[in-house]
């Protein structure tokens, strides 16, 4: 009895001597973040697109503030064709006519609050995905599920690729991206290994062209985050995309205007 006394008089005595700690942080100037990233998979028309644009936010805020009011447009700078994206919902403009050209450049242009955003990138094709092969022995211990997702590269051409594994429809992807300088022409995978993949898991495999300007981004990015992170996780340091303010170059926003064809393959773990 009396070492049940005992353990109850720590207790109390421990929740008494807690204390509210307020944590003094230094908060960034807002910034407008812009996600425009568009992409066109092989054998789909790709008229579907939507860019997001919101704010940044404080570390303790949990609502996003979203831009209603933007006037986003991109233009194809050969024949100044203008794709207008309305705005639908939480943020997101929406177009449904959009028909991207590979090896065509293109311009994006958002106006908010008095200030004018651009961005200019080429629609970049991507290597088909050959074929996916399975080892059910792979890591340190030998009782890992081991992908490799195959494609060949075109010769002659300095090329980029992003590729991107789901697992079950679940959002944040694991990415790997690469360049071919020691492969041109070659059939090379992509590798994905991960030790909870189990017989019977779907694993939705895309594989995506970049630029080099992008690539170069998406390096400093996934960098930054290591395995583990994420593109949309806390960064150590500011990474800037190519997404510029022409009224006021200090203030300066977040995010990429790229577009991409992809081809996907989901493949289903034996």
Do not use: W
């Not at 919101?54 to 064709?81: C, H, M, P, W």
């Not at 490799?148 to 944040?172: H, M, R, W």
């Amino acid at each position: 009895m009396k070492k049940c006394y005992v353990l109850l008089l720590l207790t109390i005595v421990t929740l008494g001597c807690e204390d509210v700690i307020n944590v003094d942080l230094n908060e960034a100037e807002e910034r407008l973040v812009i996600e425009a990233s568009l992409f066109k998979q092989k054998g789909f028309s790709g008229n579907n697109q939507q860019i997001r644009i919101t704010k940044t936010r404080g570390f303790f805020e949990d609502s996003l503030t979203t831009i209603e009011d933007a006037v986003v447009t991109v233009t194809k700078e050969d024949n100044g064709q203008v794709f207008e994206f309305i705005h639908d919902s939480a943020g997101f403009y929406k177009v449904s006519d959009f028909n991207a050209e590979l090896m065509k450049k293109y311009r994006l242009k958002v106006e908010v609050d008095g200030e004018i955003y651009t961005a200019e990138e080429t629609f970049i094709p991507v290597a088909e995905i050959d074929s996916v092969t399975q080892r059910s022995d792979a890591g340190f211990g030998g009782d890992e599920i081991e992908l490799k997702a195959y494609y060949t590269d075109p010769a002659g051409e300095e090329n980029f690729y992003l590729f991107s594994f789901v697992v079950n429809f679940v959002q944040f992807p694991t990415t790997e991206i690469f360049d071919d300088e020691f492969f041109d022409g070659n059939t090379i995978f992509a590798l994905y290994q991960e030790e909870e993949l189990e017989p019977g898991n779907e694993v939705i495999i895309q594989n995506f062209g970049m630029s080099k300007q992008f690539y170069e981004y998406m390096f400093i990015l996934l960098s930054q985050t290591g395995d583990a992170g994420g593109p949309f996780q806390t960064q150590p340091a500011t990474v800037r995309g190519n997404i510029i303010n022409e009224t006021n170059p200090d203030h300066y926003p977040f995010g990429y205007f790229s577009l991409s064809e992809s081809d996907q393959l989901i493949y289903t773990v034996q």
